[in-house]
Nanobody, 115 residues
Framework: QVQLVESGGGLVQAGGSLRLSCAAS????????MGWYRQAPGKEREWVAT???????GYADPVKGRFTISGDSAKNTVFLQMNSLKPEDTAVYYC?????????WGQGTQVTVSS
C-alpha cells in the first residue's frame, strides 16, 4: 500500500508560481513511476508530468517549459514546480504513484489561477 498526500495548492495570479508537494508513505525509489495529473471542472482528468524511480521525467505539451517535476528521496516527496501559471492551469491536481502491481492516488489539491 502507498498513501499519497498532496499540499501546496492555492490561489495565484496569472504569471505567478506555486510548488505542489506529494508526500509518499514509503520510499519513492520503491514506486516505479510518480506523477501529477489534473482535472478541471467539466473535463477529464489529464496527465501533467511524471518522474520514474530512475529520475526520467516527462511532461504534457501544455506545461512543457513551465512546470518541473522533481523528487526528494530523503523526504519521500515529489514536487511539481509550476511557473508562468495561466488561468487554464486551474484544476484539482492529483498525485499518482504506480508500482508494478497497483496505482495509487492522493486526495488532490486545488490550484486556482486568476486572470
Amino acid at each position: 500500500q502507498v498513501q499519497l498526500v498532496e499540499s501546496g495548492g492555492g490561489l495565484v495570479q496569472a504569471g505567478g508560481s506555486l510548488r505542489l508537494s506529494c508526500a509518499a508513505s514509503r520510499s519513492i525509489f520503491s514506486i516505479h513511476v510518480m506523477g501529477w495529473y489534473r482535472q478541471a471542472p467539466g473535463k477529464e482528468r489529464e496527465w501533467v508530468a511524471t518522474i520514474t524511480s530512475g529520475g526520467i521525467t516527462g511532461y504534457a505539451d501544455p506545461v512543457k517549459g513551465r512546470f518541473t517535476i522533481s523528487g526528494d528521496s530523503a523526504k519521500n516527496t515529489v514536487f511539481l514546480q509550476m511557473n508562468s501559471l495561466k488561468p487554464e492551469d486551474t484544476a484539482v491536481y492529483y498525485c499518482n504513484g504506480k508500482t508494478l502491481a497497483n496505482s495509487y492516488w492522493g486526495q488532490g489539491t486545488q490550484v486556482t489561477v486568476s486572470s
